[in-house]
C-alpha cells in the first residue's frame, strides 16, 4: 500500500512537471521575466510605478508594438524590413503636408482634412511596402539589399520635403482628440495597438494567409510544390509591414502635434530587437503576435527605466544593441538545439 501510494505521488509530481513544461514551451520565459521586471523597477526605480509613467509606458509601447507586428510577419516569411522606421518618418511628414495645406480650402471641414491626411500617410506607406514586396518575391533581391535602399529612399524623401523642419497646422481634434487624448483613462494609441494585434492574431490563427506565411517561412521550396500563391503572400507581407509603420507614423504625428522626417530612427532595430525577444525566429517560420506584444512592452520598460534612472541615451542605444545581440543568440542556441532532438 506504501508503495503503490509513493508511485501515486511520483506520477501526480511527474504530471505536474510536465504542465509546467508545456506551459514553458508555450509561453517561454518572456512573461515571467516580464514580471520579475515589473516588480524589481516598481520597487527600486523612482517614479516607475506613478500613474503618470505608466501611462506613458503604455503609450510608447503601444508604437512600438504596431511596428513590431509587421517586423515580425516579414520575420515570419523568412526576411526583415529595415525601412520601417523611414516609412514611418515619410507617412508623418506627407501626413502633415496634406492636412497643413488643405487647412484653408477645407476649413470648414476638419474631418475631411484628416481623412485626406490619413489616406495620404497609409498610401505612401503602402507603396514602399508594395516595392519591397515586389523586389523580394519577383525580382528575388536580398530583403536586406532591397530594405536598406527604400530605407534611404523614404528618408531621403521625408528631409527633402520638410528640409529638416517640422511640419504644423493639423486639425485640433486630430491632435488633441486622438494623438493627445485619453479614451476611458488611457491613450488612444493603446486601443489602436490592442486593434492591431487583435487583427494579426485572426490573421495568423484563423485565416489562409496566417498558415500559409508559416509555411513560406518554414520551407519555401515545399509550400511552392504545395501550390502555395508564394510570391502574393510574401509581397503581401511586406505590403503590411509598411502598412502598419505608416499607422504608427500618423498616431506618432498625433501625438507629437507635428511632421518630422527624424520621427521613428530607433523603430528599425527596437522592432527587431521585440520581435526576437519575443521569439521571432530569424529562421522564419515561427513567431507569435501575442508574444511580440509582450516583447515589445517590456523593451519599453527597459527604456523606460533606464530614463527614470538619467542613463545617458548613447548608453542605452548601446544597451539595446546588447540586448538585440543576446536575443540573437539566444535564438541560434534554440535553433540548434532544436536541430540536435530532430537528429
Not at 51 to 78: A, K, P, T, W
Not at 193 to 203: D, E, L, P, T, Y
Not at 241 to 267: D, F, H, K, W, Y
Request: charged share 10%; with cysteine.
Amino acid at each position: 500500500m506504501i508503495e503503490a501510494a509513493t508511485h501515486a505521488g511520483q506520477r501526480r509530481r511527474s504530471a505536474a512537471v510536465e504542465r509546467l513544461y508545456r506551459l514553458y514551451d508555450a509561453a517561454g520565459v518572456l512573461p515571467l521575466l516580464l514580471c520579475v521586471l515589473i516588480l524589481v523597477f516598481a520597487l527600486f526605480v523612482p517614479h516607475f510605478a506613478s500613474v503618470e509613467n505608466i501611462l506613458n509606458v503604455l503609450r510608447s509601447s503601444s508604437f512600438l508594438m504596431i511596428v513590431s507586428c509587421g517586423q515580425m510577419l516579414v520575420l515570419i516569411v523568412g526576411g526583415f524590413d529595415l525601412s520601417v522606421g523611414s516609412v514611418v518618418a515619410l507617412a508623418s511628414v506627407i501626413s502633415a503636408i496634406v492636412m497643413a495645406g488643405l487647412k484653408v480650402p477645407l476649413a470648414g471641414d476638419p474631418a475631411l482634412i484628416t481623412l485626406l491626411g490619413v489616406l495620404g500617410g497609409l498610401g505612401c506607406g503602402m507603396a514602399v511596402g508594395l516595392l519591397n514586396g515586389l523586389c523580394v518575391a519577383w525580382l528575388k533581391i536580398s530583403p536586406f539589399m532591397v530594405t536598406l535602399g527604400t530605407m534611404s529612399i523614404a528618408g531621403g524623401v521625408a528631409f527633402v520635403l520638410t528640409d529638416g523642419i517640422p511640419v504644423y497646422g493639423m486639425p485640433v481634434t486630430y491632435v488633441n482628440g486622438f494623438g493627445r487624448g485619453l479614451w476611458l483613462d488611457l491613450p488612444a494609441a493603446v486601443y489602436l495597438a490592442i486593434a492591431v494585434v487583435a487583427a494579426i492574431w485572426v490573421v495568423q490563427n484563423l485565416t489562409r494567409m496566417g498558415r500559409y506565411i508559416f509555411a513560406i517561412g518554414g520551407n519555401l521550396d515545399a509550400a511552392v510544390v504545395s501550390g502555395v500563391r508564394t510570391r502574393v503572400y510574401l509581397t503581401a507581407s511586406y505590403t503590411l509591414s509598411a502598412l502598419l509603420a505608416a499607422l504608427t507614423g500618423l498616431a506618432l504625428t498625433a501625438e507629437i502635434g507635428s511632421g518630422q522626417a527624424s520621427m521613428g530612427a530607433q523603430l528599425t532595430l527596437e522592432s527587431i530587437a521585440a520581435a526576437v525577444i519575443a521569439g521571432v525566429s530569424l529562421r522564419g517560420g515561427v513567431g507569435r503576435v501575442e508574444m511580440v506584444a509582450l516583447g515589445s512592452i517590456f523593451l519599453l520598460i527597459l527604456t523606460n527605466a533606464m530614463d527614470l534612472l538619467n542613463v545617458d541615451s548613447r548608453l542605452q542605444t548601446i544597451f539595446l544593441g546588447v540586448i538585440l545581440v543576446l536575443a540573437v543568440a539566444a535564438e541560434e542556441a534554440r535553433g540548434r538545439k532544436w536541430g540536435r532532438g530532430q537528429r
